[in-house]
């Protein structure tokens, strides 16, 4: 804008200068052609020699402003307009020139009318044509003028042009990639909002701030405050920061410690150096998740180049959004997990022993798999609250919910089922391993030494399997619940199978006979 000023105004100041120059040089000429003819008005009134000077310094003048004026005309017309002029003028210096020989020769006489009148005409013509051209230069002028407006008008146009394309052009790519990347922000919201777990919610952390950071490699961790862990959500592909998340705790994250984000570009200099992200790459940034002031974990960012001022600003305020919705479905999770779970063993509760049967039943049936169906009951266990009281009763049955966990494998199930029951479900089991099991864990219960109590604890057991002993998973609990009764009958501390139970139309019956 400064240059198209500047350049206009350049502009009109030299066409403003040229044109002065034009008109000073016209105007000049007129006066010239005045004082020479006062100079020689004056000489024949009165013979003064001072008339005839201003007449010599009039005519010498009107030369020099004809030469100034032939040198500046570029215009067809000015300089015909100067002709007219240069004609006039000079005819009348002819005419003035004849009569002065006359007056030099000692031949004294006055102009005659004839002459006065031609002497007139050309002053006139001379006056006409400067008037003219003075006329002509002064509206070149003020087009010179309008062009230079106009020329500025129209840098000032195109430069504002040029620039609201410019401006147009980055604020749209500025607003697209801010649309973009705002239509990202809510699917990550809303993918937030519909995660069901904390491992989900993880996932779609992890995914939505990899595509926020190409080439970015987010690993989630996780503060475990009861076991005074820093535990990885996400699965680690480097090496060397596996290694030293191994034993973590939370304090080893600068980032957890002084609940602010921690970055690093390039080789450490900080004087505390954190254990996590100096294990990492050397582009880190890790930031906190926070609740209510509290620390939940972190997010570890490795980039391969210095994050920008927009991605940090989001990458902090999608953990900030998403840690409430991570700390809510952790804290649902204890809630389900506390609902389904015995306060007194550790194990699952009634409810969840139903739901687990229900569950692995039909996916048993799915998979056309047997399902062993295990139902035990401590031995006498009324006579352990009658003669060492209810207390050293909840000592014995949480000491087996603690032997059980320890034996079942992995993918078995076992939970209370109520008072001092228990159901056990293995999956992918035979009639010959469920018996293998179920002894298993007898043989585990009958080693128990609960301190305060000096008798055994040992426990009667009934096996049912699917789809051998029943159709479904109600009717083969019936069954393993007889077989427990059998086994009572039978003295105790043992295992029975449905298989030997009274049989109707080839299958065990279950009603008692």
Not at 27 to 36: H, T
Not at 124 to 133: I, K, P, T
Not at 212 to 240: F, K, M, Q, W, Y
Not at 339 to 346: F, I, M, R, S, V
Request: charge should be negative.
């Amino acid at each position: 804008m400064a240059a198209a000023v500047w350049f206009a105004g350049d502009r009109q100041r030299s066409a403003a200068d040229g044109s002065f120059a034009e008109i000073e040089a016209v105007q000049s000429m007129l006066v010239a052609m005045l004082d020479q003819q006062d100079g020689f008005n004056g000489f024949l009134a009165t013979g003064a020699p001072s008339s005839m000077r201003r007449y010599e310094r009039g005519r010498r003048a009107l030369e020099h402003a004809i030469a100034r004026s032939e040198a500046t005309q570029r215009d067809p017309e000015e300089i015909e307009g100067l002709r007219r002029q240069s004609r006039a003028a000079r005819g009348w210096q002819q005419l003035a020139a004849a009569h002065l020989e006359h007056v030099a020769s000692g031949v004294e006489r006055r102009p005659t009318k004839a002459e006065v009148t031609r002497l007139d005409r050309m002053v006139r013509e001379f006056r006409v044509a400067n008037s003219d051209l003075t006329a002509d230069l002064d509206e070149e002028r003020h087009a010179h003028q309008e062009r230079a407006v106009e020329v500025t008008v129209a840098l000032i146009l195109l430069i504002s042009a040029a620039f609201g394309a410019v401006g147009f052009f980055a604020f749209d790519r500025r607003a697209r990639f801010t649309h973009e990347r705002d239509k990202a922000h809510s699917r990550f919201t809303e993918a937030l909002q519909l995660a069901r777990s904390e491992t989900e919610a993880f996932a779609v952390v992890r995914r939505y701030l990899e595509r926020l950071v190409p080439g970015g490699n987010a690993t989630i961790l996780s503060r475990n405050n009861s076991a005074n862990r820093l535990e990885a959500r996400s699965p680690v592909e480097d090496p060397t920061l596996a290694a030293a998340l191994d034993g973590a705790t939370p304090e080893s994250c600068l980032a957890i410690r002084g609940g602010r984000p921690h970055s690093r570009c390039g080789p450490s200099d900080d004087l505390i150096g954190c254990e996590i992200c100096g294990a990492h790459g050397e582009n880190v940034t890790c930031v906190p998740s926070l609740v209510g002031g509290e620390v939940i974990g972190s997010v570890l960012m490795a980039h391969p180049s210095r994050l920008g001022r927009d991605d940090a600003d989001t990458l902090a305020s999608s953990l900030a959004e998403a840690a409430p919705i991570v700390a809510n479905l952790r804290n649902l999770a204890i809630a389900e997990l506390r609902a389904a779970t015995d306060a007194l063993t550790g194990l699952p509760n009634n409810r969840a022993v139903q739901e687990t049967l229900k569950r692995m039943a039909a996916q048993a049936g799915r998979t056309a798999s047997p399902l062993a169906v295990v139902l035990f009951d401590l031995d006498n266990f009324k006579e352990v609250n009658d003669e060492y009281g209810h207390g050293k009763g909840d000592e014995v049955l949480a000491a087996v919910g603690d032997t059980l966990a320890a034996t079942m494998r992995d993918g078995d199930f076992v939970g209370r089922y109520g008072g001092e029951e228990f159901l056990a479900l293995l999956p992918a089991t035979d009639r010959g391993g469920a018996m293998e099991g179920a002894q298993r864990m007898r043989r585990a219960i009958a080693k128990l030494d609960v301190a305060g109590i000096n008798r055994r604890v040992t426990a009667s057991f009934g096996v049912a399997v699917l789809p051998d002993d029943a159709g479904e998973g109600e009717q083969a609990l019936r069954l393993a619940d007889r077989a427990l009764y059998t086994a009572k009958r039978n003295g105790r501390d043992r295992v029975e199978s449905a298989e030997q139970l009274p049989r109707e139309n080839g299958v065990p019956a279950e009603t008692p006979a």
